[in-house]
Structures are given as C-alpha cells and as structure tokens.
C-alpha cells in the first residue's frame, strides 16, 4: 500500500497550480489540487483575461473617433457597462470550465476548499474534507491585492472588485500608478469614466525605462486622466453620495469609486507555514531555489506566492520546471532571462531586457537608439499621438539589451523582440534584417543613429 494518498498535492489552481497538477499526473503521479475559489485562478478569474476583454472594450472609443477621418460617421454611439461585463463573465465562465475539464481529464483529484498544511506531508482541507498526505507539497496560492493603511480603507475596492461591478461609476480615483492601475485607468477612461490618479511617487510605472514612464505619462494626459505625482492619501470619507480622498498634502478629491492599485502580497499568511518551517522573505513571499524547492525538503512552490517575476507565463514556466525535475528526471531550473512584458493602457506598452537605466547601473557602456513619430494610421484619423521606439545596445559586444516600445500592437512586437534578445541579436544584425513596410515595427530594424543627450545651452537650463 503506498505511504501517502498522493505523489503530488497542490494547493492553489490558478496558473502554475493547474499546470504543475496536469503535467505531473500526465507522467504518471497521483496528484490532487485544492482550490478554495474558482478553477483558473488570478490570470483567468480577475486578472490578464477578462482584463484584456475590458481593454479591448474600452478601445472602441479611440476606434470611432478615429474612423471620422477615414469617412465614417458613427452617430448615436452609446456604450452599455452591464453588456460588456456580461459577456466578459460569460467568458470568464467557459475559461473556468476549460480548466476543470483539464484536471479532470488528466485524473487529477479537485477539492474546492481551503487548504492549509498540517505538516511536511499533510495537508488539512477544510468543509468538511478529511485531511490528505502527499509525498511532494507544491503551494502554488498565488497572491492577493495589498490595500494600505489609512482610515476609511474599508470604503475602497481593488481590481478584484472591477470585475464584479454592476454598473460603471461616473468617476474614479484609482490610488497608484503601476502597470494594474495604468491599465484600469485607460479601461475606465475608455468607457466614459472620469478618472484620476494618485500616485505618491514621482512618475508612474516605477521600474520601467523612463522613456516609457514619460511618454505614457504624457499620453494620458492627452486623453483626459488627470494623473497626480507626488500625491499621498490621508484618509478616505464616505460622503452621501460619493467618497471623498484626503491628500496628505492637504486638499481632497471626490468619486463615485476609489480603487487601490498599489501592489500584491503573496498569498502566504493563512497556510500556517511557519508550523512546517517553510522560510518566508520579507514581503511573505516563500523562499525558494532555482528549482522551486523550499526551506523543506518536499515542499515547493510556484507562480505569484514565490515573488520572483509576477506574470502568468512565469507561473507556468515555473511549474514546467517543477514537473519536468520531479516527475519526469530531468533536474530544470527556472530561466527568467529576456521575460517580455506588457502595460495593457491605451496606448500600449511592450518591453523586453534592460531599461536604460538599469543597463547603466550595470556600468556598461550603452548606445541608446530611440525614435519618436505619429503611426500612418494617425495621419488620416487626425490622432496627435506620438508612438516611442528605443534600444539598448552594449557597446562593447553590440548586443540589444533592451528593447522598449510606447503605441499601438507594442505587446506583439515584443513578443517577437524577446526571441531576438534571448537568440543573442545584435545591432548590425537588426540593421540586417529586411524591414516589413509600411509598419510602425520596421523601425526597429532602420535606426540608424544613437541618439545623444542634448547639450545644455550656456547661460539657460532648458535642455535643446
Ligand atoms: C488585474 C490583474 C491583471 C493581470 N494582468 C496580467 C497580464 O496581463 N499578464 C500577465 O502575465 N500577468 C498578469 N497578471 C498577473 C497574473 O494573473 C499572475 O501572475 C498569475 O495569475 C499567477 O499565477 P499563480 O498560479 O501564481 O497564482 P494564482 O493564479 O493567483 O492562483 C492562486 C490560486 O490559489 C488559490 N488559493 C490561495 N490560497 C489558497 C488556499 N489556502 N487553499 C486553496 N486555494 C488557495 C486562489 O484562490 C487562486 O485561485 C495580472 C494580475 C492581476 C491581478
């Protein structure tokens, strides 16, 4: 009789759950997967998809204002929230059952509860289910909204709550300024919201090129977000019929809604870890090696709760490793090198390697190739909005470090960026390539000339 009721037990189904439980018990392994809310987690449930799904809602402002130039008359345009949300549920409902009929079919036992771990090897479910022992533990929990401390907290909602809202509030302040606030920010914009932004840092998307944080800066702007740097809340009231956010600086703005958009903590603190002596880091985050392996010797963990690159292909990228070094005898670490990444605002960012200031902190020496220009399309519809393309050269091997790009499709070119940087491309390589005209990702392939920081001009401190 074997010692354990199953090889593999996971406690999370979302990204890297749902794949680790499938692949393991593909290779043979007996594997069971607790979930306490829906089948699909974060990335499908109230993250990347139904996210994307609103993005793509919101665009159609900026698409009918755009075909007046191209001869269409668009009258009587009205857009309806509860449409919209509906059928994004309905997707978000179809996902859900793609994932569960994936478990299924691979012979993966589901129990739909909270999981915590009793010790190395038991995991204690609760509603009712008897406890399980599993030879292998992966947590794979994810991670959750993180909402500051300050008075009147309980009033605010955080990009989990978007998803379920009935009916689009006139207004909105959304508290933070990274890639989920950015994103909910053009979403709501896009589908008529007023919206503000308050950021208590100097410029949004922290830790991406400047270039970028600039130019989407600029561009919402334009588009009529009122973004405020160097703004922290006091506290927020709720008024009669709308809540009012007190800034720390003085002064206040009123909304319909505020939401937090400022970071998420890994889901660590309610599966009693320590018990176990499984190490936690200084955010929660369960500390792990290149192989995912834990403090203990047969718990590992993966995705979001690991708090190394918080992105759906990671999660699953971490859990092919996972299976692959367990369950299939081939020892993986994980490779987070060259890892695209996108900002789903309106306009779009896509960016792959090292921004321009992290390639200096390095203390390599670096070329910089930028270009800045209205896209074709923009010349018809009237649109006065620049598209921004950078690179980041290492001078001494004339490798791209870095490629970085503000406007429209920017996530699908950096997808195909990503395979050149991670192939080792090179400047003269890029210069190589034939171009695919006319697209604004010709670009990339016909910079010709680095750019220089303007000189200061004597006597004035305004930069040419
Ligand atoms: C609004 C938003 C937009 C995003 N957009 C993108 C994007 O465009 N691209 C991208 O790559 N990434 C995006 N992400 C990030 C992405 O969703 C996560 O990186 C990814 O889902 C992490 O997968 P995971 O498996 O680690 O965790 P999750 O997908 O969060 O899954 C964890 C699961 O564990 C369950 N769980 C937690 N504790 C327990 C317990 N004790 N017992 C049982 N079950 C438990 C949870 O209910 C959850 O279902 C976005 C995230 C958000 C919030």
New binding site residues.
């Given amino acids: 009789m074997a010692q354990y009721d199953y090889d593999l037990f996971v406690?999370?189904?979302?990204?890297?759950?749902?794949r680790a439980a499938r692949l393991a018990a593909e290779l043979g392994a007996r594997v069971g997967i607790?979930?306490?809310?829906?089948?699909?987690?974060?990335?499908?449930?109230?993250?990347?998809v139904p996210?994307?799904l609103l993005v793509y809602g919101s665009h159609y402002r900026t698409e009918f204002a755009d075909a007046r130039g191209y001869g269409w008359t668009c009258n009587d345009l009205r857009f309806d929230w509860p449409t919209l949300i509906g059928n994004v549920r309905r997707e978000v409902d179809r996902l859900n059952g793609v994932y569960t009929r994936t478990l299924e079919r691979a012979g993966v036992a589901r129990f739909m509860?909270?999981?915590?771990l009793e010790d190395a090897h038991m995991v204690h479910l609760g509603a009712g289910n008897a406890g399980v022992s599993a030879k292998t533990i992966l947590i794979?929990?994810?991670?959750?909204?993180m909402v500051p401390e300050f008075p009147g907290r309980e009033h605010v909602i955080s990009?989990?709550q978007?998803f379920e809202l009935e009916q689009l509030p006139g207004s909105i302040v959304i508290i933070g300024a990274g890639?989920?606030g950015m994103?909910?920010a053009s979403i709501f914009r896009g589908c008529g919201v007023a919206v503000t932004v308050l950021y208590r840092g100097n410029q949004v998307l922290r830790d991406f090129d400047g270039d970028l944080r600039d130019g989407l800066a600029e561009a919402l702007r334009n588009r009529g977000i009122d973004l405020r740097m160097d703004t922290d809340v006091a506290s927020v009231e709720k008024e009669r019929d709308c809540y009012r956010v007190h800034l720390k600086r003085g002064g206040s703005v009123s909304a319909d809604l505020v939401m937090v958009a400022t970071g998420?903590v890994p889901?660590t603190s309610?599966?009693e870890l320590e018990r176990v002596g499984v190490a936690l880091g200084p955010n929660g985050e369960i500390v792990v090696d290149e192989f995912s392996k834990t403090s203990v010797e047969n718990i590992y963990a993966?995705?979001?709760?690991t708090d190394r690159k918080?992105?759906?292909?990671?999660?699953i990228h971490d859990?092919n490793a996972f299976a692959e070094t367990l369950f299939n005898n081939k020892p993986t670490p994980v490779d987070y090198s060259f890892i695209p990444?996108?900002v789903?605002s309106e306009p779009e960012i896509g960016t792959v390697g090292l921004s321009e200031e992290k390639a200096r902190g390095t203390g390599a020496a670096i070329d910089i190739y930028k270009t800045s220009f209205r896209p074709l399309r923009s010349m018809v519809s009237g649109r006065d909005e620049k598209m921004l393309m950078k690179l980041v050269i290492d001078m001494k091997t004339d490798r791209v470090l870095g490629v970085h790009i503000l406007g429209p499709d920017a996530a699908e070119i950096v997808q195909m960026a990503a395979i050149a940087l991670r192939l080792g491309v090179t400047k003269a390589e890029l210069d190589k390539t034939m171009a695919l005209h006319p697209s604004a990702a010709e670009e990339l392939v016909t910079l010709r000339h680095k750019w220089e920081a303007p000189t200061p001009v004597a006597g004035s401190d305004a930069a040419a």
């Fill in positions: 406690i999370g189904a979302g990204s890297g759950g749902v607790a979930e306490e809310y829906r089948i699909g987690g974060t990335c499908v449930i109230r993250g990347c996210k994307k509860t909270h999981a915590v794979a929990t994810g991670s959750h909204p990009s989990n978007c890639y989920i994103e909910f998420r889901t309610s599966l993966v995705g979001d709760v918080n992105l759906t292909p990671v999660a859990a990444t996108a789903f």
